[in-house]
């Protein structure tokens, strides 16, 4: 199965506020991994061994530092991670679910469990 929940959320990013594709992923990816680690759970681990050569710690541990590693990469590559970063709030987030909903965005990821509310909880972990 593929998860496109990523560029779902972010073609909303651009279409509302016009930010640019790479933008958007920095911004939900890392938010959407924490928010998803249980369901991600093993693609987590080997994604921050594989890419990151985190072998250290407990599988949480791995997790978190493949979280943090993926956001400080973004942002060593200049892309701010944080919808704060781009002047956009909880009000706009407002916005941003109301245009998942009026897209029929409402069952997200690869096993459609990214519904309006877990969306909303993705997004105000970017804050």
């Given at each position: 199965?593929?998860?496109?929940?990523?560029?779902?959320?972010?073609?909303?990013?651009?279409?509302?506020?016009?930010?640019?594709?790479?933008?958007?992923?920095?911004?939900?990816?890392?938010?959407?991994?924490?928010?998803?680690?249980?369901?991600?759970?093993?693609?987590?681990?080997?994604?921050?061994?594989?890419?990151?050569?985190?072998?250290?710690?407990?599988?949480?541990?791995?997790i978190d530092k493949t979280i943090k590693a993926t956001q400080d990469f973004f942002e060593h590559m200049g892309?701010?991670?944080?919808?704060?970063?781009?002047?956009?709030?909880?009000?706009?987030?407002?916005?941003?679910?109301?245009?998942?909903?009026?897209?029929?965005?409402?069952?997200?990821?690869?096993?459609?469990?990214?519904?309006?509310?877990?969306?909303?909880?993705?997004?105000?972990?970017?804050?």
């Open positions: 199965p593929q998860d496109w929940a990523t560029h779902m959320i972010g073609h909303e990013l651009t279409a509302l506020f016009g930010l640019d594709h790479a933008q958007t992923l920095a911004i939900v990816l890392p938010a959407l991994m924490y928010a998803q680690r249980e369901q991600k759970r093993q693609k987590l681990l080997q994604f921050g061994q594989r890419v990151f050569a985190i072998n250290s710690g407990n599988a949480d541990d791995v892309v701010k991670t944080r919808l704060s970063d781009y002047n956009l709030g909880a009000a706009d987030i407002d916005k941003l679910i109301a245009n998942l909903e009026r897209n029929g965005m409402t069952a997200l990821g690869e096993h459609g469990d990214i519904d309006l509310a877990k969306a909303r909880h993705i997004l105000e972990l970017a804050l």
